[in-house]
Nanobody, 121 residues
């Protein structure tokens, strides 16, 4: 069984910084994309940032230049460094990963439980 365990959310003032972490545990053969999504109340879940196993990154326009996604493949962990936070960044942040548990098994889409980020003005 694969699990994604997130940490690092919290309350921060406008202009502050937070770092989110997400570790994948369990029976893991290969991890392709790892990324972060967020969902604010009343809104749909949206992509924040994603990093492929090859190192390619993609960011939402709203976070470019402020957020940085990184991976430690040896630890099966993805990070999201968030700087210059704004009140509109307030949301539940979810880790996502595409993981296969064996050489002949399909990729599955896994989600973390979510961690709340609140930015006060």
């Amino acid at each position: 069984q694969v699990q994604l365990v997130e940490s690092g959310g919290g309350l921060v003032q406008d202009g502050g910084s937070l770092r989110l972490s997400c570790a994948a545990t369990g029976k893991i053969f290969r991890i392709n994309d790892m990324g972060w999504y967020r969902q604010a109340p009343g809104n749909q879940r949206e992509l924040v940032a994603v990093k492929t196993s090859g190192g390619t990154t993609n960011y939402a326009d709203s976070v470019k230049g402020r957020f940085t996604i990184s991976r430690d493949n040896a630890k099966n962990t993805v990070y999201l460094q968030m700087n210059s936070l704004k009140p509109e960044d307030t949301a539940a942040y979810y880790c996502n990963a595409h993981i296969t548990s064996g050489p002949w098994t399909r990729l599955y889409d896994y989600w973390g439980q979510g961690t709340q980020v609140t930015v006060s003005s």
